[in-house]
């Protein structure tokens, strides 16, 4: 489990070291950041994940979809929230174990995703992958994972789902 306030590139360094070793392009690794929402896995691309907090308090906004749990305050910087129980369509519950992955890109945080736990960053082949054609517009494929089957966001079409 990564703990609050994590940065996760430095949890991926030894991760990254073995990458340039493997040589057909159907079969590069990419880093992922694996979670859990509700029963069910899912991961987001390492390089799209800034950093894990533990649930704060989170400002509610009036007359927002409940997708929109809230705007996080980080450092001065407003955050939109996201409820992974919402964008899954299950009942909403959050612990104080609860965390928010915080969502950017080019560096800049642009939106913060509340799941249940957050798990690890491992290694998945991109040949392993599996597309979705009728599955939610965030859904970027699924892929099986020992007993497990991880659901790959993609997000910048997670992005997408409060614009």
């Given at each position: 489990m990564i703990?609050?306030?994590s940065t996760l590139p430095e949890l991926a360094v030894t991760l990254r070291s073995g990458a340039s070793m493997i040589q057909s392009p159907s079969a590069l690794p990419e880093l992922v950041v694996t979670l859990r929402i509700g029963r069910q896995?899912?991961?987001?691309?390492?390089?799209?994940v800034?950093?894990?907090?533990?649930?704060?308090?989170?400002?509610?906004?009036?007359?927002?979809?409940?997708?929109?749990a809230g705007v996080l305050n980080l450092?001065?910087?407003?955050?939109?929230?996201?409820?992974g129980h919402v964008l899954i369509n299950?009942?909403?519950?959050?612990?104080?174990?609860?965390s928010i992955l915080v969502i950017a890109f080019d560096g800049a945080p642009i939106l913060g995703l509340l799941v249940d736990e957050v798990e690890e960053v491992q290694h998945i082949s991109v040949a392993q992958i599996v597309n979705l054609s009728n599955g939610a517009a965030f859904i970027r494929g699924i892929l099986?994972?020992?007993?497990?089957?991880?659901?790959?966001?993609?997000?910048?079409?997670?992005?997408?789902?409060i614009a």
């Open positions: 703990h609050a306030m896995h899912y991961a987001l691309p390492l390089e799209s800034s950093q894990v907090v533990r649930l704060p308090d989170l400002t509610d906004i009036a007359g927002a979809p409940p997708v929109l450092r001065g910087t407003f955050l939109p929230v996201l409820d299950i009942p909403s519950t959050h612990s104080l174990d609860s099986r994972d020992g007993d497990r089957s991880i659901i790959l966001i993609d997000p910048v079409a997670l992005r997408l789902v």
